[in-house]
Nanobody, 124 residues
Framework: EVQLVESGGGLVQAGGSLRLSCAAS????????IAWFRQAPGKKREGVACISRADGGIDYGAAAKGRFTMSRDAAKNTVYLQMDSLKPEDTAVYYC?????????????????WGQGTQVTVSS
């Protein structure tokens, strides 16, 4: 069974930090491109960060640049999203997604496998 499970969300004050985790089962992240997305109520799903299986190259959405860092731990079959300098507008459900394509994108339709999401709430 292919499964992605996000964790690490919660409530944090503006300026604080959270680290989200996405643990994979049923496949290895070594063989997949992986991305983080987020979706706030009434908003479109937004690409946050992605990592390509081809070369490990990482791309970030505009809102994440300079504040968020994506990484992976192959031994744990887990990817992370370190979020620093959080703002209230970062409040959303954050999703992990994966696809076997060589290169990752920040387009949600690209991805076949999705986690259930984890809620991040940033208070002012």
């Amino acid at each position: 069974e292919v499964q992605l499970v996000e964790s690490g969300g919660g409530l944090v004050q503006a300026g604080g930090s959270l680290r989200l985790s996405c643990a994979a089962s049923g496949f290895s992240f070594d063989d997949y491109s992986i991305a983080w997305f987020r979706q706030a109520p009434g908003k479109k799903r937004e690409g946050v960060a992605c990592i390509s299986r081809a070369d490990g190259g990482i791309d970030y959405g505009a809102a994440a640049k300079g504040r968020f860092t994506m990484s992976r731990d192959a031994a744990k079959n887990t990817v992370y999203l370190q979020m620093d300098s959080l703002k209230p507008e970062d409040t959303a459900v954050y999703y992990c997604a994966a696809d076997s394509a060589t290169l990752a994108t920040l387009e949600p339709a690209w991805y076949n496998y999705w986690g259930q999401g984890t809620q991040v709430t940033v208070s002012s």
